[in-house]
């Protein structure tokens, strides 16, 4: 385990609208108000045809290969996840969703492009006080935070 400390600063409350793609829209308002580590909460619609990753084909593999799933039709989202800084100072967003439709619902990392149906509200929650971010690691290609 890796641990660091820091402290709660600023909040931005954020409104996406029909047709915003999540992660793109939290990157660039972190960007814009200077914010590059932060915990943050997104819920609202998601629009069909939104995609997600859902998994690895096979975990235990040396190439990891995402799995990739398509949203049938406008759901409700609910999603938590964390904002640091990739190996070029940019903020990248890590974030999970849960988006349910009728009795169904889909898991999954929302890098993939989760696009907005209607609204999205999200809160960044900054963190202040750490130098963490996200390093690439050579194994698996995934950018991995280094607290």
């Not at 029909?18 to 580590?37: M, P, Y």
């Not at 409700?76 to 619902?105: I, K, N, Y």
Request: a negative charge; one cysteine or more.
């Amino acid at each position: 385990m890796r641990c660091a400390m820091g402290s709660m600063g600023r909040v931005l409350v954020v409104r996406l609208e029909t047709g915003d793609v999540l992660h793109e829209c939290v990157e660039r308002a972190a960007k814009e108000n200077g914010i590059s580590r932060a915990a943050v909460l997104a819920l609202g619609g998601a629009d069909r045809g939104s995609r997600m990753v859902v998994g690895p084909k096979d975990g235990r593999s040396e190439d990891i290969e995402p799995m990739l799933t398509e949203l049938a039709g406008e759901s409700e989202m609910a999603a938590v996840g964390t904002l640091f800084p990739d190996e070029s100072g940019a903020p990248s967003l890590h974030m999970h969703a849960s988006a349910g439709r009728g009795g169904g619902s889909v898991t999954g990392c929302v890098r993939a492009g989760v696009r907005t149906w209607l609204i999205q509200e999200v809160i960044v929650i900054e963190i202040s006080g750490v130098m963490s971010r996200r390093v690439k690691d050579p194994r698996t290609g995934f950018d991995l935070l280094e607290p």
